[in-house]
C-alpha cells in the first residue's frame, strides 16, 4: 500500500463505504457485483491483499449457507414442503379463514429451519389460490407470507443467511459461536407478536391489480388461430395496422411469421406478403364462428382461399414469477424468441409496482419480474421447466421424490438435534447433512447446486472482505470512539436501540447481508466501549438485519411477492412500518431480559 493511501485510508475506505451503500441502494448494478467490484478496487488499492481475500473466503458462513440451500432444496424435491401445501389447499375450500392462520403460522415455524426463499417460492401459488377462495385479491395474502417468513427466520440460528453470517463476523471479532436455538426464547415472541399482528390486520392491504388483470380473465377460454396469406390475396402490399379485421371484436394481433421467423417487433409496422402466417388470438366463440363460415372476414369474397385458417389450439394466460437463479434474468424478451422455442406470447410485463404493456419487450428482466404469458397448458409448462420460472397461476407439478422424504426430514432434524447439543459446529454438520441428501439422492448434484443462490454467497464473500478492509482502514473505531462520548451518559439499553435502528435503517436501503457483515464489528466495539456485554448487542444486529418489512428491496422474499401480488412501492412502507415499530419495541425490550447488558 503506497503511503498516501495507508495515512488517507479511514478516509478512502470510509467514502468508498458510503459509494458502495448508495450503489446498493440505487441498485445501479446487481449488489453482488456491485460488491466484487468494490472488493477489486480495494485490492488494486493495496487496502485489501490476497491473503484478506482467501481469509474471507475461509469464514465459515458462506459454506454453511450453501449447505443449508441445499438441504431446503432436498426438502423441496422429496415432496416434504409439498404434502403442506397439499393440505392448506384442500383445507381452503373448506375453511379458508383457518387455512389462513395455519399458513402464516406453519410458514413462520418452518422458516426457522429452511431456507425461507424456496419456502416463500413454494407458497406463493398457495396464497393466490387462498386469496382465490375468500374472494380477494391475491395482494391481500402474499405479503403476509413474505413477513410471516422473514419472523419465523429469526428464531433459530439457521432460519435466515443474515443470521449464520452474523454469528461467523462475531465469531471472527472474538465471541464464543452462538447456539442452534440461543436466538430462539426472544426470536419466537418476536414471531408471535408479529405474526399475530398480521393476522389481524392482512384485511387493511390494498387491493391490487396483478399484471393478468391487464388482460382477459385468465379463467376464460382464449384460443390462438394461425392465419395463412394466400397468393390472391386483397391484403398483400398493405400494413397490418391498416388491416382492421384483424383487430375487429374480440380478435388481438399477436404475430406475424416469415419463413419461419417472427417479425412481432414493429409488428403493426410490417407489410404483408404472400406465404405470411398471421397469429391472432380470440375468445372461443370468435374461433367458432370462423369455423362454421369457413373461412375469415378478410376473404375477398365467400369463393377465394386468399386468407385459410390453417391451425388453432386453446391457449390460457399465464402470470410467470422469475425465480433467482431463472435463466433469463437480465436479457430481453426481443432477444430469446420464446415463441419459436416454446410456443408462447409475452404479453405484459409488471415490475416496481407498474404494469407495462408497451415496450416492455426491450426491458432487461429482473429478480421478481411477473410476465403475463399466453399460450397452451403443454407450452407454458416447457416454458417453467425450461428456464426455471415459476407459474403462479397454478402450483408446479412435477415427480417428487416421495420414498425419500423421511431421510431428507430426518436430516434436517439430525442438524439440528446435533447443533442442538452441540456436537460439532454448525457448518460442519450443514456439509454432513449436504452430504447424506446427496448420497442417499433426496437430490441429485444438478439440482442441488441450482437451488444454491450464488450471488448471495459471491455478496457475502465480497462483503467479508469489504469488513476486513473497514477494521484494517480503523474505520470501526473510528466510529465507535465518535459515538462513545454521547452514549456513555445513557443507560447501556440506548446503545442497543441505536445498534438495532442503525441496523434497521441500512437493511431497508441496502441488502441484509451486507448490513451484518458492517455493523456487527461496530455493534461489538461499541459495547466493549461502554462495558458491556457485546453479546446482546450481535443479537439486536441479528433481528434488525432481519426486520425488513418497509421496502420490497430489504430482503428477497419481499423481492419476490413485490411483482407477484402487484404491489406498489409504498404498500410495504404503509403496511409494514406499524409491524416494524411493534417487532422495534419488542425486540429492545426482550433481548435485555434475557442477555443481560
Known amino acids: 500500500m503506497a503511503a498516501s493511501i ?53 469464514n465459515p458462513a458462506p459454506l454453511t449457507i450453501a449447505a443449508m440451500f441445499i438441504i431446503s432444496a432436498s426438502l423441496v424435491r422429496t415432496g416434504t414442503l409439498e404434502v403442506f401445501a397439499k393440505r392448506i389447499t384442500e383445507m381452503a375450500k373448506q375453511r379458508p379463514l383457518v387455512a389462513t392462520a395455519a399458513l402464516l403460522v406453519t410458514i413462520a415455524a418452518m422458516s426457522a429451519f429452511t431456507n425461507n426463499t424456496p419456502l ?60 442452534i436455538f440461543e436466538i430462539a426464547p426472544a426470536g419466537i415472541i418476536i414471531a408471535i407478536v408479529g405474526v399475530g399482528y398480521i393476522a389481524l390486520t392482512r384485511r387493511f392491504l390494498p387491493d391490487r391489480e396483478s399484471v393478468a388483470s391487464l388482460a382477459l380473465d385468465s379463467s376464460s377460454k382464449r384460443y390462438s388461430i394461425s392465419v395463412f396469406i394466400g397468393a390472391t390475396s386483397p391484403y398483400i402490399g398493405r400494413k397490418l395496422s391498416d388491416v382492421n379485421s384483424l383487430k375487429s371484436g374480440e380478435r388481438r394481433l399477436v404475430d406475424l411469421i416469415r419463413k419461419d421467423e417472427s417479425r412481432r417487433t414493429n409488428l403493426y409496422d410490417n407489410i404483408i406478403e404472400q406465404g405470411d402466417i398471421i397469429v391472432l388470438h380470440s375468445n372461443e366463440s370468435d374461433i367458432m364462428t370462423i369455423r362454421e363460415q369457413g373461412r375469415l372476414s378478410l376473404k375477398k369474397n365467400a369463393t377465394n382461399d386468399e386468407v385459410v385458417p390453417v391451425s388453432s389450439h386453446q391457449s390460457v394466460l399465464a402470470e410467470i414469477l422469475l425465480l433467482p437463479g431463472a435463466n433469463i434474468i437480465g436479457q430481453r424478451l426481443d432477444t430469446l424468441d420464446l415463441l419459436h422455442r416454446y410456443g408462447v406470447y409475452p404479453i405484459a410485463l409488471h415490475r416496481r409496482g407498474v404494469n407495462l404493456m408497451e415496450r416492455y419487450e426491450q426491458t432487461a428482466l429482473a429478480i421478481g419480474d411477473t410476465l403475463l404469458f399466453e399460450g397452451a397448458k403443454a407450452d407454458l409448462q416447457r416454458l417453467v421447466d425450461g428456464e426455471n420460472l415459476m407459474n403462479m397461476t397454478e402450483p408446479k407439478t412435477r415427480g417428487f421424490r416421495t420414498q425419500k422424504a423421511p431421510i431428507a426430514i430426518a436430516v434436517i432434524f439430525g442438524v439440528v438435534i446435533a447443533a442442538a447439543f452441540d456436537i460439532m459446529p454448525i457448518a460442519g454438520l450443514a456439509v454432513m447433512g449436504m452430504a447424506a441428501v446427496l448420497a442417499t439422492r433426496c437430490i441429485e448434484p444438478d439440482e442441488a447446486f441450482a437451488a444454491v443462490d450464488w450471488r448471495i454467497i459471491g455478496l457475502i464473500v465480497a462483503m467479508l472482505a469489504i469488513g476486513t478492509a473497514l477494521e484494517k482502514a480503523g474505520l470501526v473505531e473510528i ?49 466493549v466501549s461502554l462495558g458491556a456485554d457485546p453479546r446482546p448487542f450481535v443479537i439486536a444486529v441479528m433481528f434488525a438485519a432481519s426486520a425488513s418489512f418497509l421496502t420490497p428491496i430489504g430482503y428477497q422474499t419481499n423481492t419476490l411477492v413485490y411483482g407477484a401480488g402487484g404491489y406498489r412501492f409504498l404498500d410495504f412502507a404503509r403496511y409494514g412500518l406499524p409491524l416494524t415499530i411493534i417487532v422495534a419495541i419488542t425486540s429492545i425490550i426482550i433481548i435485555p431480559l434475557i442477555w443481560p447488558l
Open 120 to 179: 416463500v417460492m413454494m407458497m406463493i401459488p398457495i396464497g393466490i389460490t387462498l386469496a382465490k377462495q375468500l374472494g380477494e385479491s391475491s395482494s391481500k395474502m402474499l405479503m403476509p407470507i413474505s413477513f410471516a417468513a422473514i419472523l419465523g427466520g429469526t428464531c433459530t440460528l439457521i432460519g435466515t443467511s443474515t443470521n449464520i453470517l452474523v454469528d461467523g463476523v462475531a465469531r471472527k471479532s472474538g465471541l464464543a459461536a452462538f447456539s
Open 479 to 527: 466510529m465507535v470512539s465518535a459515538a462513545t462520548p454521547t452514549l456513555a451518559g445513557f443507560p447501556p439499553i440506548v446503545a442497543l436501540a441505536a445498534i438495532y435502528l442503525l441496523s434497521l435503517t441500512l437493511t431497508e436501503l441496502v441488502t441484509n447481508n451486507a448490513v451484518a457483515v458492517v455493523v456487527t464489528p461496530i455493534a461489538i466495539s461499541l459495547a
Open 6 to 58: 495507508a495515512s488517507n485510508a479511514p478516509f478512502i475506505v470510509g467514502l468508498i463505504l458510503i459509494l458502495l451503500l448508495i450503489a446498493f441502494a440505487t441498485e445501479i448494478r446487481p449488489p453482488e457485483v456491485t460488491a466484487i467490484a468494490t472488493v477489486g478496487i480495494l485490492l488494486v488499492l493495496g487496502i485489501l491483499s490476497t491473503d484478506d481475500l482467501l481469509a474471507a473466503m475461509s
